[in-house]
């Protein structure tokens, strides 16, 4: 299996010319091109021709590019969708999505369209229904005709509809957190972090970014270009723990050990699972280095 990074997924609003123009060049490895909550009621018209125009001329490189299409119950949502689809970014980012039901009716209009079954749909998480349900939500990934490949969190909003308060550390979120990602992981499935909005608090996100790598995400989605390096940094592994990867890999592979569940590696006992968890960080630093 391929191994992309998503270590940095950057959402940029689909109004903004400039903004998007700039995406092929950010050091991000991903962009959601934003029709929804960055482009006011009166602009979503332009910012969805644009969008569609900007994904079909290319030039994004090795960047994921994803469209962010308005939700299901708005009136934007049919032609966003069929935009997003003819335009074929390598993934559409459904807002609000809080049942599978949602996600095998965006499948069938896929499939009635004729798109091609390599774009990929991709579901928010920011309700509290959605939260209730997304062991049912990841699960849906079982499908293939849903072509569900991953998971954002989009915690501003679970904030705003549970009441619960955007602090440091994040404590009154961290079981839901820890839920969704579970649930990805279950059903094979990526999963982003949620946005970290002061932009002016340097510390403050680094922290949140460590914070997310040691839960288990993949990456985060950012609000803007200046928190992409401290990101692409959190989520890389370090060169320390890709050495150490290296040498758990290495011990495994030697024939006496080819068989054996156990080693002893410097001094200390290591089990067949370190050596699958070694193989996976050794791959997705290889996959970085790559995209480079």
């Not at 649930?183 to 946005?195: C, E, K, N, Q, S």
């Not at 002893?264 to 480079?292: C, F, P, W, Y």
Request: glycine share 8%.
């Amino acid at each position: 299996m391929t191994i992309r990074p998503r270590r940095s997924v950057l959402y940029m609003p689909g109004s903004n010319a400039r903004a998007i123009e700039k995406a092929r060049t950010l050091p991000a490895d991903g962009v959601i091109l934003d029709l929804e909550d960055a482009v006011a009621p009166d602009a979503k018209e332009d910012a969805r021709k644009q969008v569609a125009a900007a994904v079909k001329s290319g030039g994004f490189g090795p960047r994921e590019v994803f469209i962010r299409v308005n939700g299901i119950d708005t009136p934007w949502h049919t032609d966003d969708m069929s935009a997003a689809a003819h335009a074929a970014p390598d993934a559409i980012l459904i807002p609000k999505i809080s049942d599978h039901e949602q996600l095998e009716m965006i499948g069938q209009r896929l499939l009635d369209m004729g798109t091609e079954h390599k774009l990929r749909i991709w579901a928010m998480i920011e309700t509290p229904f959605a939260l209730l349900n997304v062991r049912d939500i990841a699960e849906a990934a079982s499908d293939s005709e849903t072509r569900l490949a991953g998971l954002v969190m989009g915690t501003n909003d679970i904030a705003k509809e549970t009441g619960a308060r955007l602090v440091p550390g994040r404590t009154p979120m961290l079981s839901w957190l820890s839920v969704c990602i579970a649930a990805a992981r279950a059903y094979g499935i990526a999963i982003l972090d949620g946005v970290f909005n002061d932009i002016s608090n340097a510390d403050g996100f680094a922290q949140e970014c460590r914070q997310g790598r040691d839960l288990g995400f993949d990456g985060k989605t950012l609000i803007h270009p200046n928190q992409i390096g401290p990101c692409n940094d959190a989520f890389s592994p370090g060169a320390d723990e890709v050495a150490q990867a290296r040498k758990i890999i290495a011990a495994f592979d030697k024939p006496e050990n080819k068989g054996k569940g156990v080693v002893s590696l410097d001094g200390r006992m290591v089990e067949r699972m370190h050596a699958d968890i070694a193989r996976n960080t050794v791959a997705i630093a290889d996959a970085i280095t790559q995209r480079k």
